[in-house]
């Protein structure tokens, strides 16, 4: 399983969710969970792992995360690219409450 992290807006507030997802649909999933943000889901920074620690991040640094392309499949192509050679690791950008 990938996990998925991106950031929403929900009534103004910023909201971090972490999902699980079956490889090869990471692009699917951060679309229609992106599309009705403002501007839709291109644009948007993402970050997909193979692997992360458990629980809910509280903070999440997106420098240099996945940018999501103008569809869901340039999207899983950026997504599969970045998870064949990970330049980054969850530890190093997800901060968990202690």
Known sequence: MS???LERTV???ASIEKLTCVPGTEGAVAFQRLKNEVGGA???PVWCWNSTP????IAVDFTGAIICGATAAQTQALINAFKANPTVAP????TYAE
């Open 3 to 5: 996990h998925l992290v």
């Open 11 to 13: 009534n103004g507030n």
């Open 42 to 44: 291109p644009g948007k």
């Open 54 to 57: 458990p629980g809910q991040p």
């Open 91 to 94: 530890e190093d950008v997800l």
